[in-house]
Structure formats: structure tokens, C-alpha cells
């Protein structure tokens, strides 16, 4: 059975704390383990997002499956989102947890 992670993006994501979720779980390394780890990008929050450095992050999955994920990452933020963070990833976040 796959294990699913769940990363939750937001805007402004700062590159390291993107890139490492995304190395360790979203390359396939089905010759280590198999099934490997299916990522899952969730968008935190609507419309297009960026890294600090400009760079698109695409994140077809909604906060939903942020609940229903095996493994849920949140990486760092820009320090807007750290300081307010949007209520509704609060609301899965929490769900997840209650999970």
C-alpha cells in the first residue's frame, strides 16, 4: 500500500524548506522501498503560488487531502504566513490531527 504525504504549500515558500520535502519524498526511489511515497502538493491557500525566489509551485490537490493524508509536512513559511496563518490550513491541520 502507498503511503501518502501531504505537504501543505503556501505563498512565498522559502526554496530549502520546499526542495526538501520534494527530495526526500516525491522522487521515485521504488529501487529503495516499493511502493514509494506518493506527494501530494496541497494548495494552502487560492490562486498561483511562488517560492521566495519566484519559482511556480503547482498544487492540484486542496486542503482535503491534507485530512485524509498517512503524513502530513509543513514546511516553512514566509513569515507573513507564520504570523497569520490562513485559517482554513489551520482547520485541516487540526482535522488531520484528529486523524
Keep these: 500500500m502507498v503511503h501518502t504525504v501531504a505537504m501543505a504549500a503556501t505563498d512565498r515558500l522559502p526554496v530549502f524548506e520546499f526542495a ?3 527530495e526526500v519524498f516525491g522522487i521515485d526511489r521504488s529501487d529503495l522501498a516499493d511502493p514509494w511515497y506518493d506527494l501530494r502538493m496541497c494548495a494552502g491557500e487560492p490562486g498561483e503560488l511562488r517560492t521566495t525566489i519566484g519559482l511556480r509551485i503547482d498544487a492540484p490537490y486542496g ?3 491534507i485530512t485524509r493524508a498517512d503524513t502530513v509536512v509543513v514546511p516553512g513559511c514566509y513569515r507573513a504566513s507564520q504570523l497569520e496563518p490562513p ?4 482547520d485541516a491541520l487540526r482535522e488531520a490531527h484528529r486523524n
Aim: charged share 30%; with cysteine; hydrophobic share 40%.
Design 87 to 90: 485559517p482554513d490550513l489551520l
Design 63 to 65: 486542503l482535503d487531502e
Design 20 to 22: 526538501v520535502p520534494c
